[in-house]
């Protein structure tokens, strides 16, 4: 947002970078699944249970949906003229407040995910 208007230019950059943290979400679920079959072996460290395996698989379906989500926004502004000012009652601000808002829910709840699991199987 520049001196009070909202650009089309300024929604895509959020999308931008919500899509780079989103991936990086999901990186980090492979790491752990990776390092739940390297400790299946291991005295010390107990592996993940499957109650804990379908949480991490709906985890990253929800994060999936969301950057496909943003994909499809994205495609929706290309039409527009990307320095064209809307007004926060706009349709596409509206839209982009909602994605803010489940960005926003899903980064605590995959914060507090892995955390959890990166002490349970950490050393």
């Given amino acids: 947002m520049k ?9 895509d950059f959020e999308y931008k970078m919500w899509k780079n943290r989103l991936s990086l979400f999901v990186k980090e679920i492979d790491i752990l699944k990776v390092r739940n079959e390297e400790v299946k072996h291991e005295q010390n460290i107990e592996e993940l249970n499957t109650v804990e395996l379908m949480v991490l698989d709906e985890h990253t379906e929800q994060l999936n949906k969301l950057i496909n989500r943003i994909k499809v926004q994205e495609n929706e502004l290309q039409f527009y003229n ?32 892995v955390a959890d699991l990166t002490k349970a199987l950490g050393i």
């Fill in 3 to 11: 001196g009070g208007n909202i650009n089309l230019i300024d929604l």
């Fill in 82 to 113: 990307k320095d064209f000012p809307i007004t926060k009652k706009h349709q596409y601000f509206t839209e982009h407040e909602g994605l803010r808002i489940k960005m926003e829910d899903i980064s605590k709840i995959h914060f507090y995910r």
